[in-house]
């Protein structure tokens, strides 16, 4: 049963243009999210989180939103620079802090 | 601050050959947890040990195992390794408070099981 789901295995965005990356979630209870971003060979790099009190969180060129009645999130990346080509990963703790339960990522390629 | 620190980062083994892998938390980090990254199945939760207690485990059979030392550092063992254990071995630390935490992850250990 995968709870976190990203759709999109692979998505092409110029550079300097908005990127979008989508995460749906089946786990109502589910209270906390996570963005991490990962290179090839190295560990998730953690962005941005939001909680579910929220509908929205920014930091710098990166925004979260929450839709929680359509149990759906996204990020986005704006403006793309091609240093943000990477996987990226939407995770949620099953309960607590821990498991993360991750969806299968989605490799983003900003292109100069 | 110093990151998660993971040694080793590579390392090759032969089926039927047992395997430990290390990881230092952030300072002050007292979970830990392990995840395992496959092409096929994505990252996958090993288990997680705070204050030298396991306090989850994933769906691995018994051949995983960890531990937790005072110091908050931790091992993960592999037994009796198959071809399939071939994958990156992701450590993550966070506090954590009761509250929502965010894990941050090492480098990692990639493991080759021929």
């Known amino acids: 049963d995968q709870q976190v789901k990203q759709n999109s295995p692979s998505l092409s965005v110029q550079e300097g243009r908005i990127s979008i990356l989508n995460c749906d979630y089946t786990?109502?209870?589910?209270?906390?999210f996570l963005w991490y971003k990962k290179y090839p060979a190295e560990g998730p790099t953690f962005l941005i989180s939001?909680?579910?009190?929220?509908d929205k969180n920014e930091d710098g060129r990166f925004t979260v939103f929450l839709n929680k009645s359509a149990k759906h999130l996204s990020l986005h990346i704006v403006p793309s620079q091609p240093g943000d080509s990477a996987v990226y990963f939407c995770?949620?703790?099953?309960?607590?802090?821990?498991?993360?339960?991750f969806g299968k990522g989605t490799r983003l390629s900003v292109i100069a | 601050k110093a990151g998660v620190t993971q040694t080793p980062r590579y390392l090759i083994k032969t089926r039927g050959q047992q395997v430990t892998l290390s990881c230092s938390p952030i300072?002050?980090?007292?979970?830990v947890s392990w995840y395992q990254q496959t092409p096929g199945q994505g990252l996958q939760f090993l288990f997680e040990?705070?204050?030298?207690?396991?306090?989850n485990k994933g769906n691995f059979p018994g051949r995983f195992s960890g531990r937790q030392f005072s110091n908050s550092r931790s091992e993960m063992n592999v037994s009796t390794l198959e071809l399939g254990d071939s994958a990156l071995y992701l450590c993550?630390?966070?506090?954590?408070?009761?509250?929502?935490?965010?894990?941050?992850f090492g480098p990692g250990t990639r493991l080759l099981v021929l």
């Open positions: 993550a630390s966070s506090l954590p408070t009761s509250g929502q935490e965010t894990q941050y």
């Open positions: 300072s002050g980090h007292r979970s």
């Open positions: 939001i909680s579910s009190i929220k």
């Open positions: 995770a949620a703790p099953r309960s607590g802090n821990t498991p993360l339960v």
């Open positions: 786990n109502s209870m589910f209270d906390y």
């Open positions: 040990y705070f204050s030298e207690t396991q306090r």
